[in-house]
């Protein structure tokens, strides 16, 4: 079985600082992805950045990118130069074989 | 528009009613999903259509819940006699080649 850990429920940053959301994983596949996700209050899940388990460099979109550290199962978020629209849920997932399993979700607020 | 559809958007019904959802995936994206996303959470998947065969059911689809994928095309999720628990967000993704799964806009229902 796979799961996602986010230990954060909430995060509170400054507008322009960077923010670094926490995600850890277990998993017993050799190949896997994971992804980040944002949610604005709209509902609609918005797909952020994708890291291949194979993937020897950390993925980078944009203002995004992603922490892999395979030993430690960590897959964090980093946010750089965070603006008031980047205030939503952001949910980390792992995709085995099939099917997504998302952790709780951590809900980021950008302060002005 | 090329991305995922969902209709209708919001659904409001009474205990006991059967309500149907539409999902219409990204044209050529040949793998379905469907999620719910309860309050809090984050979305759990619930079934999946390669194509117009539904390979895998999570144990959360009850005998209420029934989903189809008749021409591999758009899909339908359908509940019979809704109960107040059915209450959620019901999410569809369709998947990409490169294994990235983008999600539609939702449906929420609200069961009274």
């Known amino acids: 079985a796979q799961k996602i850990t986010q230990t954060q429920p909430g995060m509170f940053v400054q507008e322009k600082e960077a923010v670094t959301l926490d995600c850890t994983y277990d998993?017993?596949?050799?190949?896997?992805?994971l992804f980040w996700y944002k949610q604005p209050s709209s509902g609609e899940m918005i797909f952020l950045i994708y890291?291949?388990?194979?993937?020897?460099q950390n993925a980078t979109e944009g203002r995004y990118s992603l922490n892999f550290q395979k030993a430690r199962k960590s897959a964090n978020l980093v946010i750089s130069a965070s603006q008031l629209g980047d205030s939503a849920m952001y949910f980390c997932?792992?995709?085995?074989?099939?099917?997504?399993?998302f952790g709780q979700g951590t809900r980021l607020t950008i302060n002005p | 528009d090329t991305g995922v559809s969902q209709n209708p958007r919001h659904k409001i019904t009474k205990r006991g009613q059967n309500v149907t959802f539409r999902c219409d995936p990204i044209?050529?994206?040949?793998?379905l999903y469907w999620y719910r996303q309860t309050l809090g959470q984050g979305p759990e998947f619930l079934t999946y259509?390669?194509?117009?065969?539904?390979?895998?059911k999570s144990r959360l689809l009850s005998d209420r819940f029934s989903a189809e994928r008749p021409k591999g095309s758009f899909s339908t999720l359908e509940i019979q006699r809704t109960e107040q628990g059915d209450s959620a967000m019901y999410l569809c993704?369709?998947?990409?080649?490169?294994?990235?799964?983008?999600f539609g806009p939702g449906t929420r229902l609200t069961v009274l």
């Open positions: 993704a369709s998947l990409s080649r490169w294994s990235t799964q983008y």
């Open positions: 997932a792992i995709q085995g074989a099939q099917k997504l399993v």
């Open positions: 259509f390669q194509n117009e065969a539904q390979l895998e």
């Open positions: 044209s050529e994206h040949n793998r």
């Open positions: 998993t017993s596949d050799q190949s896997y992805g």
């Open positions: 890291q291949g388990s194979y993937d020897e």
